[in-house]
């Protein structure tokens, strides 16, 4: 039963990860802010092979931030 769970948590953070890549690369903002946002969600699906429970909190917290327009500083 807690494979089944994994399984659907697995699912949903790919989802979100997919809607997360899209709505970045919508954005018009600077590149270098592009860059630094798209690092971050690398970031967060690499951390998603190892902790998939860490993954999916800190892709809500991205998200969040997405939402409220809180951006990273530009990459140079």
Known sequence: MEHDGQLQLYAAVAVQLKEAHAKVRSLQVPEGVRMALTRKLLVITAAAKHDLAG??????????????????EEER
């Not at 993954?55 to 990273?72: Q, Y």
């Open 55 to 72: 993954a999916a909190r800190r892709l809500e917290r991205f998200t969040e931030d997405l939402d409220e327009g809180r951006m990273p």
